[in-house]
């Protein structure tokens, strides 16, 4: 039934509008760590070795042609991404600002603290199909926050309401195209890349559907 969800689920930690710039502290918690959960389980798609996540093989492809870190670049593309925003209508929010910072962040420190590579090709396909996960239910988190989506989930959230196609259908196709824009450009493409581009909009779906199960908003 996951597989079905359209529109994200209203929590007890959501914020009542979007634009809302003094929530309470809940929801910025509830924000904070969704987002850093989101970018940990990224983390672990280039910790495996095997195949980065479609939007960091395009941030490497892009580090490598011009130079800087993947985290630098992740900012980058956020920033690019957002300007698909205009002509969907989307309008960002403290989530939007928080997202480009903290994703990045948590990238380039994951990467400079932990090392998960392994000689073991078992291993690092666990690990890459755990990051999937966890960035399905990082999405899960910090979506019903309600501050704005981030750019790659406004894209999202903002075709979905243009196409009527269910939101892991939407985010399975632009997590395609992103990869092979990435690999064009050499980023590091491989299985676990396929996992991602294949997995992300189920592992959204079933983050949000959790998320469905919490009380909801007074």
Known sequence: MFLKIKTIPSTMWSSSHPLNFAPPLKTVLFLVIGLAVFGFGSSLLIHSGIGNSPWVVLAEGLS??????????????????????????????????????????????????????????????????IGVIIVGIGSGIYLPANLGPGPRDGLMTGLQRVTGKPIAWVRSAMEMTVVILGWVLGGNAGIGTIFFAVGIGPAVAFGLYLASYFPKKD
Request: a negative charge.
């Open 64 to 129: 490598i042609q011009l130079g800087g870190t993947i985290g630098i670049w992740t900012f980058g593309c956020s920033i690019i991404v957002l300007l698909g925003w205009i002509p969907l209508k989307e309008k960002p929010g403290l989530g939007t600002v928080l997202n480009i910072l903290i994703i990045a962040s948590v990238l380039d420190l994951s990467l400079f603290l932990f090392d998960f590579s392994s000689n073991n090709d078992f291993i690092n396909y666990f690990t890459a199909s």
